[in-house]
């Protein structure tokens, strides 16, 4: 089956530390997403790329990196730069056109 | 400068009965608006979409209304189930300014409960 698959489910990092959260589909789409979800904040949008080896600043993109090297995987790095870590992170995928997004199930980062 | 907004952070409903989940937008822009349903630790799934050039689109038991003028649109969820118990989002896309996929801006979601 086709989908969206970001590992691990949930990660715990020491503050001051770099972690990279994986995201990998097998659809076939061009675009890809980083989306953060904190309670009452909604989905906010990090980083996206709509084609290999590019990809654009989202709306808070401060203390956070990307790469996109391969079409399948779009892995996102929390630096410790980022003041304020712990959340839920969620992946997407799309394809040309008004077809909307695809979700992996997420990875919850907890900064302990 | 929040684009999507969704006012009620929770709404509580008995099954069988119209959940009605509202949203408004600022960006005169928008011009393509969708819903996500999603549960506590999964990622959203679509739901229904609607098109500026449309004021209604339903898919069973699912309906969005778009009032352009008042930049509101709703969903309608008849009759409301207990599995419909989730964090509904509402989204908003402009035209594409260079490729051809579109970036969504979505609202802080409202909770819906829907009691047995």
């Known amino acids: 089956d086709g989908g969206i698959t970001q590992s691990p489910k949930y990660l715990f990092r020491k503050e001051g530390q770099n972690v990279t959260l994986s995201c990998e589909q097998n659809?076939?789409?061009?675009?890809m997403y980083w989306y953060r979800q904190d309670p009452g904040q909604g989905l906010r949008l990090i980083y996206y790329?709509?084609?290999?080896?590019?990809?654009q600043k989202g709306d808070i993109a401060e203390g956070y990196s990307v790469s996109r090297e391969k079409k399948e995987s779009f892995p996102l790095t929390v630096t410790s730069a980022q003041k304020n870590p712990t959340a839920f992170y969620l992946c997407?995928?799309?394809?040309?056109?008004?077809?909307?997004?695809?979700f992996g199930s997420g990875t919850r980062l907890t900064v302990v | 400068d929040q684009q999507v907004k969704q006012n009620s952070p929770s709404l509580s409903v008995q099954e069988g009965r119209i959940s009605i989940l509202n949203c408004d937008y600022t960006?005169?822009?928008?011009?393509?608006f969708l819903w996500y349903k999603k549960y506590p630790a999964e990622g959203p799934t679509f739901l229904i979409s609607?098109?500026?050039?449309?004021d209604k689109n339903e898919d069973g038991r699912f309906t969005v209304f778009l009032n352009k003028s008042a930049k509101h649109l709703s969903l309608h969820i008849v009759p409301s189930q207990p599995g419909d118990s989730a964090v509904y989002f509402c989204?908003?896309?402009?035209?594409?300014?260079?490729?051809?996929?579109?970036?969504?801006?979505f609202g802080k979601g409202t909770l819906l409960t829907v009691n047995p």
């Open positions: 609607i098109s500026s050039i449309k």
């Open positions: 960006n005169s822009m928008f011009d393509y």
């Open positions: 989204a908003a896309s402009v035209p594409s300014s260079g490729g051809s996929n579109y970036k969504l801006t």
């Open positions: 790329s709509q084609i290999v080896n590019d990809f």
């Open positions: 659809l076939n789409h061009d675009a």
């Open positions: 997407a995928s799309s394809i040309p056109g008004r077809y909307g997004y695809t």
